[in-house]
């Protein structure tokens, strides 16, 4: 189903070319609805071009643009902006589609990507704390658009399970941990013996010389000594699996550095014999003398005392990635300070032959009330679990002002969609590498550019559809009574028609959020439709209205609620039928 912009940019095209004006026009969303809906600044880069009045130029192209099935006669605005009205026949024609329309009028990817997606990607032994909000909810939501859009996904978890800090674990282990403190809560004990194990290494040669040994023992293969980091490594995921339940995200693989151990040596080798690699001052590194930036930052792939690094284990995750799992599009979503180690490591990756489209998904920072990171009073991180369970809580408490009513079955579940709804939407409307201040109040509140807000304004539309005791197929299984979509609509009033063109402005939005993977861009999207739709609802009365309006507003609050609620779910937001 072609959108307005697909339609009006098409045509835009075709006129440039009977102008004889080379240049790929672009339509987008009107920056002044004032205007009009739609605009394009070609004349103005053409004008820029070549030396000429963009007015004039603008005037040569309107006199070959044919788009008077959508919309009114183009009009020249400013300096030379070519605006584009809507006709209300189109709109109702289009509403009528959507209406019918399963995808609300998103087209699938006519060339779909194999996409691996990295995204999480927590250390074991740790807890997973606040600041691994950004990547997973963002890494989620990048991913559930995509497989919408029609590429294939893998979800891939490359947790940190492989490193010198294992040393400490096991030393502590075997010397330190307390089983009924680990039976109790896994992570803290093994943190609490982890850092005593440190404390001790500082003060003391032996405890430092027998940990190293530890860890030599388990990279060899030493069975007691992986048999504990098993162990370390199960109870890491068992935690993780809590986090992940609550936000309700899932990956297809885990593959920690763990995994691509045996690989290390090959890669090694094979570069070296490339020539990519070389020998420096006994360790194994790849230069970038070509490129300015990289230029004094080598790349060291084995270490002087032939240990393996990160890098090292980057390079052998991008083969496994490629040769096995056959991805063309590889995306890593990770905190800004990992901006150089990935340009190094897809840098090599392109030496090597590789032709996948590679991309590092930067982000931001989560702050304190302070503007400083978020830490806990006493310095330390603050663990996921504690704020998602007091999203929940805060929630609960909201729920039960509102709506004391409710059963306290329905108050925990709703409590838990508005909850860890508002967190993720918290994060997901902010521009991913801007960073924000971390408030509870601000994303609970249903006033605002908030997940509740948005979820309040589906409520709204279930309970006008319960009033009226007729079917709205929102949620599945309900087709018990009278269909609300009407044989034809009528958008008479201006808040009818200005919501209608906002729902029209769906599909253009979805594929929009991979351009830059910016989900904010759909997330404020559904912020101006919620508000569009109070403002139809407000100017319009829905169920004692005269027909053929009330049938027509009807159809036009359930295409409100399905948009919504898909768009919601996209971003890995559900929505409850209640409040």
């Known amino acids: 189903m072609e959108t307005f912009q697909s339609q009006l940019t098409r045509k835009l095209s075709a006129a440039l070319e009977a102008a004889d004006l080379p240049i790929a026009g672009e339509v987008s969303v009107a920056a002044d609805p004032r205007f009009g809906d739609y605009q394009t600044n070609a004349a103005l880069v053409l004008a820029k071009q070549h030396g000429e009045n963009p007015r004039a130029v603008a005037d040569r192209i309107t006199k070959?643009?044919?788009?008077?099935?959508?919309?009114?006669?183009?009009?020249?605005?400013?300096?030379?902006?070519?605006?584009?009205?809507?006709?209300?026949?189109?709109?109702?024609?289009?509403?009528?589609?959507?209406?019918?329309?399963?995808?609300?009028?998103?087209?699938?990817?006519?060339?779909?990507?194999?996409?691996?997606?990295?995204?999480?990607?927590?250390?074991?032994?740790?807890?997973?704390?606040?600041?691994?909000?950004?990547?997973?909810?963002?890494?989620?939501?990048?991913?559930?658009?995509?497989?919408?859009?029609?590429?294939?996904?893998?979800?891939?978890?490359?947790?940190?399970?492989?490193?010198?800090?294992?040393?400490?674990?096991?030393?502590?282990?075997k010397n330190l941990l307390d089983r009924q403190a680990l039976a109790r809560d896994p992570i803290a004990e093994l943190v609490r013996i982890y850092k005593e194990t440190n404390e001790r290494a500082n003060e003391d040669q032996n405890v430092r010389d027998t940990a190293r040994a530890e860890l030599v023992k388990l990279q060899a293969g030493d069975p007691e000594?992986?048999?504990?980091?098993?162990?370390?490594?199960?109870?890491?995921?068992?935690?993780?699996?809590?986090?992940?339940?609550?936000?309700?995200?899932?990956?297809?693989?885990?593959?920690?550095?763990?995994?691509?151990?045996?690989?290390?040596?090959?890669?090694?080798?094979?570069?070296?014999?490339?020539?990519?690699?070389?020998?420096?001052?006994?360790?194994?590194?790849?230069?970038?003398?070509?490129?300015?930036?990289?230029?004094?930052?080598?790349?060291?792939?084995?270490?002087?005392?032939?240990?393996?690094?990160?890098?090292?284990?980057?390079?052998?995750?991008?083969?496994?990635?490629?040769?096995?799992?056959?991805?063309?599009?590889?995306?890593?979503?990770?905190?800004?300070?990992?901006?150089?180690?990935?340009?190094?490591?897809?840098?090599?990756?392109?030496?090597?032959?590789?032709?996948?489209?590679?991309?590092?998904?930067?982000?931001?920072?989560?702050?304190?009330?302070?503007?400083?990171?978020?830490?806990?009073?006493?310095g330390e991180n603050v663990p996921l679990l504690e704020v998602l369970d007091e999203a929940i809580e805060r929630a609960r408490k909201v729920i039960e002002e509102k709506n004391p009513d409710l059963s306290d079955s329905e108050k925990n579940t709703i409590a838990k969609i508005i909850g860890i709804g508002a967190v993720k939407y918290a994060d997901l409307s902010q521009y991913r590498m801007t960073d924000y201040v971390f408030s509870f109040d601000r994303m609970l509140s249903l006033q605002g550019n908030t997940a509740p807000y948005l979820q309040n304004a589906y409520v709204r539309i279930r309970s006008i559809f319960r009033k009226a005791d007729v079917a709205a197929p929102l949620s599945r299984g309900e087709t018990r009574r009278q269909s609300a979509v009407p044989t034809a609509l009528v958008l008479a009033h201006p808040a009818e028609l200005n919501l209608a063109k906002r729902l029209c402005q769906f599909a253009e939005i979805v594929p929009q959020v991979l351009n830059d993977f910016r989900p904010n861009i759909l997330a404020n999207y559904l912020f101006e439709l919620a508000n569009s739709f109070h403002t139809f609802y407000e100017a319009c009365p829905v169920l004692k209205a005269e027909e053929p309006s009330r049938s027509s507003r009807l159809a036009l609050a359930n295409l409100t609620g399905r948009v919504l609620q898909r768009g919601l779910k996209l971003l890995g937001i559900d929505v409850p039928e209640k409040m």
């Open 64 to 173: 070959q643009l044919d788009v008077s099935d959508i919309s009114d006669p183009p009009t020249i605005a400013g300096v030379g902006f070519i605006n584009f009205t809507l006709k209300r026949a189109a709109v109702e024609k289009k509403i009528a589609e959507l209406l019918t329309d399963e995808r609300l009028g998103v087209e699938k990817n006519s060339q779909p990507k194999r996409i691996v997606i990295d995204f999480g990607s927590p250390n074991v032994a740790k807890p997973m704390h606040v600041g691994h909000i950004r990547s997973t909810v963002l890494g989620d939501a990048l991913a559930r658009i995509a497989e919408f859009l029609g590429h294939e996904v893998i979800r891939d978890n490359h947790i940190g399970d492989w490193g010198t800090q294992f040393g400490m674990v096991i030393w502590g282990w």
């Open 225 to 378: 000594n992986l048999s504990i980091w098993q162990q370390t490594v199960d109870l890491s995921k068992q935690e993780f699996e809590r986090a992940y339940a609550l936000l309700d995200v899932h990956y297809d693989i885990q593959r920690g550095e763990s995994f691509y151990n045996d690989r290390l040596p090959k890669v090694v080798d094979r570069l070296l014999k490339s020539g990519l690699a070389e020998i420096s001052e006994g360790a194994v590194c790849i230069f970038f003398r070509d490129i300015p930036e990289l230029r004094d930052k080598p790349a060291m792939i084995r270490k002087r005392d032939g240990g393996f690094n990160y890098t090292t284990s980057d390079i052998a995750t991008v083969d496994y990635r490629i040769k096995d799992l056959g991805a063309d599009t590889i995306w890593i979503v990770t905190g800004a300070p990992q901006q150089l180690h990935f340009k190094e490591i897809f840098e090599i990756a392109r030496r090597e032959g590789y032709r996948a489209d590679f991309r590092h998904i930067t982000n931001g920072n989560i702050l304190g009330e302070d503007r400083k990171l978020m830490k806990t009073r006493s």
